[in-house]
């Protein structure tokens, strides 16, 4: 915040938005409950800063103007999700605290992915699946 608050002219716009994989896979249901009860069981998220608020603004001299939620669809083969998995916090830490390695991390996901039947197209490895990724995009303004 202080940083928006040197950066932006008075009157100033800034935009912040948050984006995160749902688990919501539209060819297969099965799938969210695998994300829940398995892979986050292994991979549990680890601890963060707080979430941006509101409230934080006032003291930078910023306004909150609103917040809007969003959702995308975004296609992955399995190679691909193995590929944004491996970007999640859960997973880095995990690696970095040494709790497992890179190359056990992809063995593991390859074969517990190996059971969704929607990364499965004749024998090929280009069949995708459709995730959920949701989010919000926050809107502040500069005090003028």
């Not at 996901?109 to 280009?126: A, I, N, P």
Request: charged share 25%; proline share 5%.
């Amino acid at each position: 915040m202080k940083e928006l608050r040197r950066v932006l002219r008075p009157g100033g716009w800034v935009s912040i938005y948050d984006n995160y994989l749902t688990a919501h896979l539209k060819e297969c249901p099965e799938f969210q409950q695998w994300f829940c009860e398995i892979y986050l069981k292994r991979y549990p998220t680890p601890p963060r800063f707080a979430a941006f608020k509101p409230e934080d603004c006032k003291d930078a001299g910023l306004v909150f103007l609103g917040e809007e939620p969003y959702e995308d669809i975004v296609s992955f083969t399995c190679d691909h999700l193995i590929d944004c998995l491996l970007t999640q916090t859960n997973i880095i830490s995990a690696i970095e605290n040494r709790r497992d390695s890179f190359d056990g991390v992809v063995k593991w996901l390859r074969k517990e992915l190996d059971q969704f039947t929607v990364f499965h197209s004749k024998g090929t490895s280009s069949a995708k699946g459709r995730f959920v990724f949701a989010g919000s995009i926050t809107y502040l303004q500069k005090q003028i």
